[in-house]
């Protein structure tokens, strides 16, 4: 047995009980980020950064820098919600690495749907319970305890280690963003977010927006004498659902899954006895960062062309309806997590595989559904960066939320040897 992965053995009660340290303070988000509580976590971590040799760096994110960016979230304030960055310094000559992880949590929710209580840690079946503790308490967790073990064995780096942790990922990640904006570079960075422990070099971009349509209110009786805002958004439901299934056939990337389209929110019309005289529709819009043409080129995904494709489709559609035609159909884009792509190819992402099969037997390279704070690096820092931890999507923003005790420990060990390899 190697000497990282006896040393973890060893320490695994230690280990879970920092991890419970952490689960037992809310860090949850206040108006899906507006707001939030981290402090009091942020400086737990500040000071076990410094007791570990790291040069630590506090700061809150500052709305006036991040605005030039894109993929800023406006609207949230940051007094007492400090980004923590811990950096031990190499020796010289080496490459340099960031791990970076969010301590904010999703709310609970209603308490009454949990089996345990969200911010005390719960070991049932190999599984522990609490909140954050896939969504990433864990993750973030595991790349600290694996520098602290790297440098228990004596081992110098040669290049830096960062150790980022954010704030307000659930809120868009302007936490990320002030972290790149502040000029944190290294050669590589990995994004501890769950991925059941494969390699994702990539996700797709998510578009936030929303319709908006006006009716012609009546009497119920004499319905066909109005316009119902309500019925005429179905029919742009059905559009866009046609328009997804085009994308299902047409749009194509080696790592991830089709572009998709998901109705969140809708609300129209006053009464059962009314004609609705108006309709809102939220949705979200799952696209592509590069996409193959049918003759198997690559070439990049322009956001605004994703966009222009649903608006024009939809447009289409209205120009033949008699009444959407003469009351145009109004659209409003309020948020965008862009997507990231790291060629699989870089030797961070083949690196890192290697270290995956050692550790777990398994060398996957896929892509990620979801979004996450690897588009600021890629996308703004421009270096090459993954997402890489224990978890999975599946066990994140859900009532009695758990991550895998195997995963945590498989995590740690995973850090280390990336960090011994790509440092030294």
């Keep these: 047995m190697d000497e990282i992965k006896k040393s973890i053995q060893e320490k695994q009660e230690e280990y879970l009980e920092f991890l419970r340290k952490l689960i037992g303070m809310d860090t949850s988000v206040i108006r899906h980020g507006e707001d939030g509580q981290e402090a009091k976590a942020q400086e737990f971590l500040a000071e076990y950064?410094?007791?570990?040799?790291?040069?630590?760096?506090?700061?809150?994110?500052?709305?006036?820098r991040m605005s030039k960016y894109p993929g800023y979230n406006h609207g949230h304030q940051y007094k007492n919600r400090p980004n923590v960055v811990g950096t031990y310094k190499g020796t010289g000559g080496g490459r340099s690495l960031i791990l970076n992880g969010h301590i904010d949590t999703m709310p609970s929710g209603e308490l009454k749907r949990w089996k345990y209580n969200p911010w005390e840690m719960t070991e049932e079946d190999g599984k522990l319970y609490g909140l954050g503790t896939d969504d990433m308490k864990g993750g973030l967790s595991a790349a600290i305890l694996a520098l602290e073990l790297v440098l228990s064995t004596g081992f110098k780096p040669r290049g830096d280690i960062m150790i980022q942790s954010v704030v307000d990922e659930e809120g868009g990640g302007n936490g990320s963003l002030s972290c790149v904006d502040m000029g944190y570079r290294a050669d590589g960075v990995i994004i501890a977010e769950g991925t059941n422990l494969e390699v994702f070099p990539v996700n797709r971009g998510a578009w936030?927006?929303?319709?908006?349509?006006?009716?012609?209110?009546?009497?119920?009786?004499?319905?066909?004498?109005?316009?119902?805002?309500?019925?005429?958004m179905v029919k742009v439901m059905n559009c866009m659902r046609e328009l997804e299934l085009k994308w299902l056939t047409t749009k194509r990337h080696p790592l991830l899954d089709p572009p998709t389209i998901n109705f969140g929110y809708i609300q129209g019309g006053v009464a059962a006895s009314t004609v609705a005289e108006s309709c809102l529709m939220k949705f979200e819009i799952e696209y592509y960062p590069s996409e193959l043409d049918k003759l198997g080129n690559r070439f990049p995904v322009d956001k605004d062309e994703v966009v222009k494709e649903v608006e024009d489709y939809v447009n289409a559609m209205a120009n033949g309806d008699e009444w959407l035609k003469d009351h145009p159909i109004r659209f409003h884009w309020f948020q965008d997590c862009a997507p990231f792509e790291t060629d699989a190819n870089d030797p961070l992402v083949q690196t890192l595989a290697d270290v995956a099969l050692d550790v777990t037997g398994r060398r996957v390279i896929a892509g990620m559904s979801a979004g996450c704070d690897a588009r600021h690096f890629t996308n703004i820092a421009k270096v090459p960066t993954v997402v890489y931890g224990p978890g999975t999507c599946q066990n994140a923003h859900v009532v009695n939320e758990y991550l895998t005790k195997d995963q945590f420990f498989k995590a740690i060990e995973s850090y280390a040897k990336m960090i011994m390899n790509w440092t030294a």
């Design 49 to 64: 950064l410094k007791n570990m040799g790291c040069e630590v760096d506090m700061f809150e994110p500052d709305n006036e």
């Design 208 to 232: 936030l927006g929303e319709v908006e349509i006006d009716g012609l209110p009546i009497h119920a009786s004499l319905r066909g004498f109005g316009q119902s805002a309500i019925d005429k």
